[in-house]
């Protein structure tokens, strides 16, 4: 990768980091996650150190980073809309 500019990506609603896992593979720098759950929190901090653990995104400041963000993922769709669409699906 010589002369290449990693991207850098950064992740909303995190999860259990399933954006942050695919851009490791792509071999982008994650560089912050913001997530609720204490238990997504940990999964996260576990699996990337280096990147800075945001926690309620309402209550974040993002302007550091405004200028150097080149991919932004994010889960958008809430955790209690998907276990209605899980629960209504078994039935």
């Not at 980091?17 to 999964?43: I, P, R, T, Y």
């Not at 926690?55 to 769709?77: A, Y």
């Amino acid at each position: 990768m010589k002369g290449k500019r990693k991207f850098r990506h950064r992740s909303l609603f995190s999860g259990i980091g399933g954006f942050d896992l695919a851009a490791g593979w792509m071999g982008w720098d994650n560089v912050f996650h913001c997530e609720l759950s204490a238990f997504c929190k940990q999964v996260l901090s576990y699996y990337y150190p280096k990147a800075k653990s945001y926690g309620n995104i309402k209550e974040t400041d993002f302007r550091p980073h405004r200028s150097s963000i080149d991919i932004l993922t994010g889960d958008f769709l809430p955790a209690v809309q998907r276990r209605r669409e899980t629960a209504r699906n078994r039935r």
